[in-house]
């Protein structure tokens, strides 16, 4: 049973804050205190051992069963003195959110008692039910083998009673059942492209690291008020609710102070992520009210994503000791602010250079440029890919609305790279070779590098921003797994530096110079990629015509702009740099029609329900209190002055009426439009007819009850309003 709404709104308002146990010793004393770190590694495993684990991980080599055993055996040991129990293979399954399946240690021990076991074996693979997750078809039931397997690039760590061991999980086909491995992949293939051309500047360069800062966005709501909206419980957003008289007007909640609740909550959750290895660093209210963001220090990118994967859920878990929810959807409120996941993504060298750094000498800067030019290339070649790798359900309704960038990926970069790259693109080459071989002036900034680091110039509705070392995704959906747009953006960029590379030898073998040849390949990209460069204001109604003229994707359906992935270039490219194969690339389209289906359809039904069920009673049991009124009115008064005396109410009740008729006609529209797609036997065509017939209802019944909401007693109003949700006290 769902609790009443005052009752809920009473019992948050008189909430205290709980307090936070944090330990009384300095966070580096305890940081990482749950995970099989270096430090751990090297006290529970012996120097071969520790040895041959280490360079396995840092080179991504294969790691033999005996290894394998005497890893287990010092995890066991470091995890039973801790006091854990189980074990278990952490994956992240195409649901979003993780999976996880615990067992025990103890085994039979042959003499009638139990002992704490767990081999290499048990570390290295396991066997979930592959066709309980979404696979895409990839599994049928009757063949449900999938393998979870260790991913030793991402430690061990504890969550309570259990030893938590990152994994990827594949088909027994070998198709990648999760978002890690193509996540892996794509890592694997930017390091391989960018190190290639990184030795034109730099031939020591062994190694290049993508990094992966995200930034995460998050409401907090009470926990009373959360179980009094099953639309928020269901859906994870509010599905009706007339906007607050006051909300984000007046900007009053953006970096003010932290509500003392939310400062304890706050201070929980990063003393969890501190003993959990999650570097975390920033915190701060965001704009809307009760919305608040995380951000970590970087990390490498598939380690940065466990971590945001693994925070998640350890908000979720800390939130209920503070009597909160954590909202993780992209838009549980109309008429305030969406959360997003800002992914800050640059390469960087084993030699410790920043790939989207200028630097002190000619070779350092003109690296500087080619690599910023070919993450335009790729942005601008493989826009609309990077647009369905961060598309879903619940993203569509951040994008385009007024906070968030539009659904169209552009790319900003501020008056100081375009100079440079305007420059560059009109100086004649042998100048360029003449002024780099004096060493001097470079390409005009070789003596002012620091300039470039300026981050005042900064444009936050651009989707994809440069911001002074890196570059800044930002149209991810705060629910999402970064892996997605990570490793779209990883592979694009990896196989266009395989283009680049080839384009400057074919010159080179044409006679040219190695520097002549960079430069004449970089100034045909400058040209070719214009059109993805945008420094304007990207929530203007100009640039959606704009980008349409330009050639831009601004295709605003999500089941249609799944269909990138298919195109047969980006195909071509997931299979040139291995990240995905078509098979796989069909798989995981299926399994995101899929999704967006069931989200509809489950909003949908929500809706039809608290309509129906909730909210129309409510309105009649309103309807009648007006009209006894007014046959009161009639039986007291002469006929001219009950004429005079009823004639608010009787317009109210007439409104009021409308307004039944129409949700309810609209509720069973929308049953019939919901019977008709579900008629549809393939899942790309339901997914459309969804998009198309059944998710208008959503909005449009929604502007009719919150009509109504505006209208009926207060004091009758079944659910907790907006300015009850949204103001933590
Ligand atoms: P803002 O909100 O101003 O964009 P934040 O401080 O909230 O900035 O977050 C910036 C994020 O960018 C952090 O996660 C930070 O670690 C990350 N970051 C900083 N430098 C880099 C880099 N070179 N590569 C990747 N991420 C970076
Ligand atoms: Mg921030």
């Known amino acids: 049973m769902s609790i009443s709404r005052f009752n809920a709104v009473e019992k948050a308002s008189n909430r205290k804050a709980v307090e936070a146990i944090i330990p009384d010793i300095k966070v580096s004393e305890y940081y990482g205190e749950n995970v099989f770190n270096r430090r751990a590694m090297k006290k529970y495993l012996s120097k071969e051992t520790y040895k041959a684990l280490t360079i396995a991980i840092d080179n991504g080599t294969p790691i033999d069963r005996e290894i394998a055993n005497h890893v287990a055996a010092g995890m066991r040991m470091w995890a039973l003195e801790k006091g854990v129990?189980?074990?278990?293979?952490?994956?992240?399954?195409?649901?979003?959110?993780?999976?996880?399946?615990?067992?025990?240690?103890?085994?039979?021990?042959?003499?009638?008692?139990?002992?704490?076991?767990?081999?290499?074996?048990?570390?290295?693979?396991?066997?979930?039910?592959?066709?309980?997750?979404?696979?895409?078809?990839?599994?049928?039931?009757?063949?449900?083998?999938?393998?979870?397997?260790?991913?030793?690039?991402?430690?061990?760590?504890?969550?309570?009673?259990?030893?938590?061991?990152?994994?990827?999980?594949?088909?027994?086909?070998?198709?990648?059942?999760?978002?890690?491995?193509?996540?892996?992949?794509?890592?694997?293939?930017?390091?391989?492209?960018?190190?290639?051309?990184?030795?034109?500047?730099?031939?020591?360069?062994?190694?290049?690291?993508?990094?992966?800062?995200?930034?995460?966005?998050?409401?907090?709501?009470?926990?009373?008020?959360?179980?009094?909206?099953?639309?928020?419980?269901?859906?994870?957003?509010?599905?009706?609710?007339?906007?607050?008289?006051?909300?984000?007007?007046?900007?009053?909640?953006?970096f003010s102070a932290i509500p003392s609740r939310v400062q304890e909550f706050m201070k929980d959750l990063e003393t969890e992520c501190y003993k959990l290895g999650i570097p975390v660093k920033t915190r701060h209210n965001e704009v809307a009210p009760n919305q608040f963001e995380l951000a970590p220090i970087y990390e490498e990118c598939n380690l940065a994503n466990d971590h945001n994967q693994l925070l998640m859920s350890v908000m979720k878990r800390v939130s209920r000791k503070h009597n909160f929810r954590v909202l993780l959807h992209e838009k549980p409120f109309m008429g305030v602010n969406g959360s997003g996941k800002h992914c800050n993504w640059s390469m960087g060298t084993d030699k410790g250079a920043n790939l989207f750094s200028p630097g002190k000498n000619r070779e350092d800067n003109l690296r500087f440029i080619t690599f910023i030019v070919n993450t335009l290339m790729a942005v601008y070649k493989y826009n609309a890919l990077l647009k369905a790798s961060i598309a879903s359900a619940t993203n569509a309704h951040r994008l385009g609305a007024n906070e968030a960038p539009p659904a169209i990926i552009s790319s900003f970069l501020g008056t100081q790279i375009t100079e440079v790259l305007d420059r560059f693109e009109?100086?004649?080459?042998?100048?360029?070779?003449?002024?780099?071989?004096?060493?001097?002036?470079?390409?005009?900034?070789?003596?002012?590098?620091?300039?470039?680091?300026?981050?005042?110039?900064?444009?936050?509705?651009?989707?994809?921003?440069?911001?002074?070392?890196?570059?800044?995704?930002?149209?991810?959906?705060?629910?999402?797994?970064?892996?997605?747009?990570?490793?779209?953006?990883?592979?694009?960029?990896?196989?266009?530096?395989?283009?680049?590379?080839?384009?400057?030898?074919?010159?080179?073998?044409?006679?040219?110079?190695?520097?002549?040849?960079?430069?004449e390949v970089l100034k045909a990209y400058i040209k070719e990629s214009k059109p993805i460069r945008f420094d304007g204001n990207g929530y203007s109604e100009e640039w959606k015509e704009e980008a349409a003229a330009r050639g831009l994707d601004c295709e605003n359906s999500v089941p249609l702009q799944y269909d990138a992935y298919l195109k047969?270039?980006?195909?071509?490219?997931?299979?040139?740099?291995?990240?995905?194969?078509?098979?796989?690339?069909?798989?995981?389209?299926?399994?995101?029609?899929?999704?967006?289906?069931?989200?509809?359809?489950?909003?949908?039904?929500?809706?039809?329900?608290?309509?129906?069920?909730?909210?129309?009673?409510?309105?009649?049991?309103?309807?009648?209190?007006?009209?006894?009124?007014?046959?009161?009115?009639?039986?007291?008064?002469?006929?001219?002055?009950?004429?005079?005396?009823?004639?608010?109410?009787?317009?109210?009740?007439?409104k009021i009426a409308g307004h039944i008729t129409a949700v309810t006609t609209m509720v069973e529209e929308m049953v019939e439009a919901r019977k008709k797609a579900n008629q549809i036997p393939e899942l790309r065509q339901k997914a459309i007819a969804y998009h198309d017939t059944v998710a208008p209802y959503l909005e449009k019944i929604r502007h009719h009850i919150d009509d109504l909401e505006l209208m009926v007693d207060n004091q009758m109003w079944p659910l907790p309003k907006y300015r009850e949700l949204l103001f933590i006290r």
Not at 175 to 194: C, F, T, W
Not at 467 to 481: I, K, P, Q
Not at 616 to 628: A, G
């Open 85 to 254: 129990t189980h074990y278990t293979h952490w994956f992240q399954p195409l649901t979003d959110g993780t999976a996880e399946k615990h067992d025990a240690f103890v085994e039979h021990d042959g003499n009638g008692g139990m002992i704490e076991e767990f081999s290499g074996k048990l570390l290295v693979q396991q066997e979930p039910d592959a066709s309980s997750f979404p696979n895409g078809g990839l599994r049928n039931t009757f063949e449900a083998r999938g393998y979870s397997t260790w991913d030793p690039s991402s430690p061990a760590f504890i969550v309570d009673d259990t030893l938590c061991i990152p994994t990827v999980f594949i088909a027994y086909t070998g198709e990648a059942l999760d978002y890690k491995p193509p996540l892996i992949r794509s890592v694997e293939a930017l390091n391989q492209a960018a190190k290639e051309v990184c030795e034109y500047f730099d031939e020591e360069v062994k190694k290049i690291t993508c990094f992966l800062g995200w930034e995460q966005e998050y409401f907090l709501v009470d926990e009373d008020l959360y179980s009094a909206r099953p639309d928020l419980s269901l859906t994870g957003r509010t599905l009706l609710g007339h906007e607050s008289a006051k909300n984000q007007q007046l900007d009053d909640h953006y």
């Open 426 to 519: 009109n100086s004649a080459i042998e100048d360029a070779i003449e002024v780099n071989d004096k060493k001097r002036l470079s390409l005009g900034f070789g003596q002012t590098p620091e300039l470039l680091l300026d981050n005042t110039d900064r444009n936050r509705t651009s989707p994809f921003a440069f911001t002074g070392n890196r570059f800044e995704f930002r149209a991810l959906g705060s629910s999402v797994n970064c892996g997605t747009a990570m490793l779209a953006l990883n592979s694009a960029v990896a196989y266009q530096l395989k283009q680049f590379k080839k384009e400057v030898e074919s010159l080179r073998a044409a006679g040219k110079s190695k520097e002549a040849a960079i430069f």
């Open 568 to 654: 047969p270039d980006v195909v071509r490219m997931f299979q040139d740099t291995q990240v995905l194969s078509q098979k796989e690339l069909e798989a995981r389209n299926e399994v995101k029609w899929e999704i967006y289906i069931k989200k509809v359809q489950i909003e949908a039904r929500v809706l039809g329900d608290l309509s129906l069920n909730h909210i129309i009673p409510v309105v009649i049991r309103y309807q009648s209190v007006l009209l006894d009124n007014i046959a009161k009115l009639k039986a007291t008064f002469t006929e001219e002055e009950y004429e005079e005396l009823s004639v608010e109410q009787r317009h109210l009740i007439r």
